[in-house]
């Protein structure tokens, strides 16, 4: 059977992690593979897609085999060099930070005669399989780029939105309420002059 494989070395993350990731899909088809890892929420996932991609292309243009006759016979993780870096602690201490890498590979393969003779029997029957939903983040991303792109022009003051009439005249403009105007506040300087003009007034009688 022909197989292609694709290699990922020195990648940024402890092997048990991304050994995690990489047993999700060995085995499986190459579709199924995918979107496991699109839905997989570990940060290791997206590398991992990106790698299994790239086998797939490989089996593409080297063996002259389709994707939809594929499927992941190994993945395996290696355990790379170690980068140790030093981290400062109390009473002049130093604790060693081990930042561990990972060399990944992923072989893909054709499926047997007999596999593919099973899997068009199945197709006939029962129709091709739909297409899976798009994944939710790409699509809220999609969504949001488009309307993006319908309020990217620039709208000017005398820009008017407004249905036109039947004979194409514009729609009459509606004039805003007249705002009322605010009472004005008295001044209290001249209650306090006359304040004191008064109680002057009542000294001078009552001397």
């Known amino acids: 059977m022909p197989e292609s494989r694709a290699r990922l070395r020195y990648l940024r993350t402890a092997p048990p992690k991304v050994r995690q990731v990489v047993g999700l899909i060995r085995g499986l088809d190459v579709e199924d593979a995918r979107e496991t890892l699109e839905y ?3 940060g290791a996932a997206d590398e991992v897609l990106k ?18 006759e594929l499927f992941v016979q190994t993945a395996y993780v290696d355990e790379g060099p ?9 009473r ?12 990944l590979t992923i072989i893909v393969s054709r499926f047997a005669e007999d596999e593919l003779e099973r899997r068009r029997a199945q197709e006939a029957i029962t129709g091709p399989p739909r297409k899976r939903p798009a994944r939710r983040r790409g699509l809220q991303a999609q969504i949001e780029a488009e309307e993006g792109e319908e309020h990217d022009h620039d709208h000017d ?51």
């Open 51 to 68: 790698l299994l991609d790239s086998a797939i292309a490989n089996a593409e243009h080297n063996e002259n085999v389709p994707a939809d």
């Open 157 to 207: 003051e005398d820009h008017d939105h407004g249905d036109e009439g039947a004979e194409g005249e514009p729609s009459p403009t509606v004039k805003a309420p007249a705002k009322k105007k605010a009472p004005a506040r008295k001044t209290t300087a001249k209650k306090t002059a006359a304040k004191k003009t008064a109680k002057k007034s009542t000294k001078k009688k009552g001397t």
């Open 40 to 42: 997989c929420e570990r």
């Open 82 to 90: 170690t980068l140790k870096r030093w981290r400062p602690r109390a």
């Open 92 to 103: 002049g201490r130093g604790t060693r930070i081990r930042k561990r890498t990972s060399h």
